[in-house]
């Protein structure tokens, strides 16, 4: 079975643009967890997602949102690019509340 | 929120010798989980240990919930062992939020 699938792997965009980053979970996973992971830092919760609906958000400004699609694959958006938004961005997908299983993330570089 | 301290912060081993890592946390969990980060960023899952010993090759895992901390031993080590230990939990009723320590950093020379 294909583990956490994430797209790009790699991406660089200048301060202000936006991004969308996608992630297709385990096959019968329903929950989707975003994380950033600065240089040096343990992955930072951003958001969760079970069947569709929001289910936990992380202290991050307006700035990031997500969605979930029908077919339990995720995007996460963020606006208005800051330098510091620069991060390896970790999808993780779970079967209701247990084990978590990560993508390979996305590098992003804001420059 | 909840505290997770990861000790040591560093760790360099010679190939062959055991070790032992410790994650410290602040309150009860439901979850807890040990990765192992290679040099390209892919988190792997090594343990799922809310409470109780589980072992899967040269590496084991003990998590004592009343008192609020976890031990991943690895044995024999490996060069291919290297990179960044996590450990994180999930806070009761927080849906899945897991929070990371900041990492053990093994270095196992050959």
């Known amino acids: 079975d294909a583990g956490v699938t994430q797209s790009p792997t790699h991406l660089i965009k200048t301060r202000g643009q936006h991004v969308t980053l996608r992630c297709s979970p385990i096959?019968?996973?329903?929950?989707v967890s975003w994380y950033q992971q600065v240089l040096g830092q343990g992955p930072q919760f951003i958001f969760q997602?079970?069947?569709?609906?929001?289910?936990g958000r992380g202290n991050f400004p307006d700035r990031f949102s997500a969605r979930q699609f029908p077919n339990y694959s995720s995007e996460l958006n963020v606006n208005a690019l800051l330098l510091g938004d620069s991060a390896l961005y970790l999808c993780?997908?779970?079967?209701?509340?247990?084990?978590?299983?990560f993508g390979p993330g996305t590098r992003l570089l804001v420059l | 929120g909840i505290q997770v301290e990861q000790s040591p912060p560093d760790l360099i081993l010679q190939e062959g010798a055991n070790s032992t890592l410790r994650c410290n946390f602040s309150?009860?969990?439901?979850?807890l989980q040990w990765f192992h980060q290679n040099p390209w960023g892919q988190l792997i899952n090594l343990f799922y240990?809310?409470?109780g010993t589980k072992q899967n090759g040269r590496l084991s895992a003990t998590t004592v919930a009343t008192e609020r901390y976890s031990l991943l031993y690895i044995s024999s080590s490996q060069t291919t062992d290297s990179g960044v230990y996590f450990c994180?939990?999930?806070?009761?009723?927080?849906?899945?939020?897991?929070?990371f320590g900041k990492g053990i950093t093994l270095s196992v020379r050959p």
């Open positions: 993780a997908s779970s079967f209701r509340q247990e084990t978590q299983y």
């Open positions: 096959s019968g996973h329903k929950s």
């Open positions: 997602y079970y069947e569709k609906e929001e289910r």
């Open positions: 309150d009860s969990v439901n979850n």
């Open positions: 240990i809310p409470s």
């Open positions: 994180a939990v999930e806070l009761a009723g927080a849906n899945s939020k897991l929070t």
